[in-house]
């Protein structure tokens, strides 16, 4: 090579750290992927994620043909360097010992190391436009491909090592809603809120939603015409429920519009009543949310009554209490239901004894325990084992509570202290108790 001019063997060792380059940043964008994102380019027909998405299905042959080149370029480097170590300081070892340095410090910087950087940060917009030219590589040096490939097969075989299909791995539903939770800037918060939700909704029964029982809407069937007649006038919902005897003996449900439909002259009874109402749909505590959904698509029906392993009514579920579990509240709730949380002055609230604990955490930012009792009532009662009197205080998972009007065996109201003003109570000897 004495022939070849030294300036020319230079020019010939920057092609090869770049041709080096190519192989080390190729590898690299295509491992680091995004696959889901991949394979939204290929429904939109992208021609690049298509032939990227083809060399992905076989890993093996594909980091052949990379891990080929990049082994043979970077193997010629090293023999062009020593040959111009030769040249220019003869046949030393220890200019030849320099040579081996220099030339392992250039792959590493600029062939290795540089560009495996730069191909993990732009990984699509460089693993896509370098597929047209891995595909045609591949094919060309197949046979060499294969036949390296056919060692590696058989090392594994007598390892028994099986490497995963990374084309058909599936995202758990916690790195599902990993995803989500870090997607801020491409889906809005009200979207991500939402979806976040509908993850949850497989693991929240009916009773966490339900209406409880002491707040719903009924009318006694068997009650006088002119009392039948200014219960349904002043109804508060669409649908109202029909007891007979006890008010937690539901034997059907009415909808509004078909009493309205009645005659005006025709007297509002019991057999009127019983001839429009539909039977009740009662569904066992404990029914997962997201497949109640599913019943009420299939029985094409908007509301249920949840019942214990008793058969005793709980509570009431309509589909749009799923709804506002999903996407928020939309509804102006009934008097009855409690939905208002009174902000004092000090920054406490005062809220009703039958709210619904995830009601609060969701609205209120608290963490109150929801794996047992479902209302602040039954949680205050579960917690002191006995009906406690007004002006009594508590912390129940790290929130200061205090009890402020009971009546009739429950808790009517409650005032919830922050843990910031909770503290700055006790610290100034402010304590309720």
């Given at each position: 090579?004495?022939?070849?001019?030294?300036?020319?063997?230079?020019?010939?060792?920057?092609?090869?750290?770049?041709?080096?380059?190519?192989?080390?940043?190729?590898?690299?964008?295509?491992?680091?992927?995004?696959?889901?994102?991949?394979?939204?380019?290929?429904?939109?027909?992208?021609?690049?994620?298509?032939?990227?998405?083809?060399?992905?299905?076989?890993?093996?042959?594909?980091?052949?043909?990379?891990?080929?080149?990049n082994n043979l370029i970077n193997a010629a480097a090293a023999v062009l360097v020593s040959v111009i170590t030769v040249r220019l300081f003869g046949e030393n070892e220890i200019a030849l010992a320099a040579g081996t340095l220099v030339v392992?410090?250039?792959?590493?910087?600029?062939?290795?190391?540089?560009?495996?950087?730069?191909?993990?940060?732009?990984?699509?917009?460089?693993?896509?436009?370098?597929?047209?030219?891995?595909?045609?590589?591949?094919?060309?040096?197949?046979?060499?491909?294969?036949?390296?490939?056919?060692?590696?097969?058989?090392?594994?075989?007598?390892?028994?090592?099986?490497?995963?299909?990374?084309?058909?791995?599936?995202?758990?539903?916690?790195?599902?809603?990993?995803?989500?939770?870090?997607?801020?800037?491409?889906?809005?918060?009200?979207?991500?809120?939402?979806?976040?939700?509908?993850?949850?909704?497989?693991?929240?029964?009916?009773?966490?939603?339900?209406?409880?029982?002491?707040?719903?809407?009924?009318?006694?069937?068997?009650?006088?015409?002119?009392?039948?007649?200014?219960?349904?006038?002043?109804?508060?919902?669409?649908?109202?429920?029909?007891?007979?005897?006890?008010?937690?003996?539901?034997?059907?449900?009415?909808?509004?519009?078909?009493?309205?439909?009645?005659?005006?002259?025709?007297?509002?009874?019991?057999?009127?009543?019983?001839?429009?109402?539909?039977?009740?749909?009662?569904?066992?505590?404990?029914?997962?949310?997201?497949?109640?959904?599913?019943q009420f698509q299939e029985n094409q029906d908007r509301l249920c009554f949840v019942v214990d392993e008793y058969g005793e009514l709980m509570g009431l579920l309509t589909l749009e209490d799923i709804v506002e579990e999903l996407i928020g509240?939309?509804?102006?709730?009934?008097?009855?239901?409690?939905?208002?949380?009174?902000?004092?002055?000090?920054?406490?609230?005062?809220?009703?004894?039958?709210?619904?604990?995830?009601?609060?955490?969701?609205?209120?930012?608290?963490?109150?325990?929801?794996?047992?009792?479902?209302?602040?009532?039954?949680?205050?009662?579960?917690?002191?084992?006995?009906?406690?009197?007004?002006?009594?205080?508590?912390?129940?998972?790290?929130?200061?509570?205090?009890?402020?009007?009971?009546?009739?065996?429950?808790?009517?109201?409650?005032?919830?202290?922050?843990?910031?003003?909770?503290?700055?109570?006790?610290?100034?000897?402010?304590?309720?108790?």
């Amino acid at each position: 090579m004495d022939a070849i001019p030294l300036s020319a063997q230079f020019i010939a060792l920057s092609i090869l750290l770049l041709i080096s380059a190519v192989f080390s940043i190729a590898e690299t964008s295509m491992m680091a992927l995004n696959r889901y994102r991949l394979k939204a380019l290929v429904r939109k027909g992208n021609r690049g994620a298509i032939i990227t998405t083809e060399l992905l299905t076989r890993t093996d042959r594909l980091l052949g043909v990379i891990l080929l080149g990049n082994n043979l370029i970077n193997a010629a480097a090293a023999v062009l360097v020593s040959v111009i170590t030769v040249r220019l300081f003869g046949e030393n070892e220890i200019a030849l010992a320099a040579g081996t340095l220099v030339v392992t410090f250039l792959i590493l910087v600029f062939s290795e190391i540089t560009p495996k950087v730069i191909g993990a940060a732009y990984a699509e917009q460089i693993a896509l436009p370098l597929a047209f030219l891995l595909k045609p590589l591949l094919k060309a040096l197949y046979p060499v491909v294969w036949f390296v490939n056919l060692f590696v097969q058989s090392l594994l075989w007598i390892t028994r090592l099986k490497p995963a299909n990374t084309a058909v791995n599936k995202m758990t539903p916690d790195e599902l809603r990993t995803l989500v939770l870090e997607s801020g800037n491409y889906i809005p918060k009200k979207h991500q809120s939402i979806l976040l939700n509908l993850f949850d909704l497989e693991s929240i029964t009916v009773d966490d939603v339900m209406t409880p029982r002491n707040q719903i809407e009924v009318i006694d069937i068997d009650a006088p015409s002119d009392v039948l007649r200014q219960q349904i006038a002043t109804a508060y919902h669409r649908r109202i429920a029909l007891y007979q005897g006890q008010s937690d003996n539901i034997i059907g449900v009415i909808l509004l519009r078909k009493v309205l439909a009645l005659n005006a002259d025709d007297e509002i009874n019991a057999t009127g009543l019983r001839e429009i109402m539909r039977e009740p749909y009662f569904v066992p505590s404990g029914t997962p949310l997201f497949t109640q959904l599913q019943q009420f698509q299939e029985n094409q029906d908007r509301l249920c009554f949840v019942v214990d392993e008793y058969g005793e009514l709980m509570g009431l579920l309509t589909l749009e209490d799923i709804v506002e579990e999903l996407i928020g509240e939309f509804a102006t709730h009934s008097p009855l239901q409690p939905a208002h949380f009174h902000r004092q002055p000090d920054g406490s609230y005062v809220v009703e004894g039958g709210s619904l604990l995830r009601e609060l955490n969701r609205k209120l930012g608290y963490h109150f325990p929801l794996d047992g009792p479902k209302t602040l009532n039954g949680l205050i009662l579960e917690h002191f084992r006995d009906i406690p009197e007004p002006g009594t205080s508590a912390t129940i998972a790290n929130h200061r509570i205090v009890v402020m009007q009971t009546q009739d065996r429950i808790v009517k109201s409650v005032r919830l202290v922050p843990p910031t003003i909770a503290s700055t109570q006790q610290n100034s000897g402010m304590d309720d108790d």
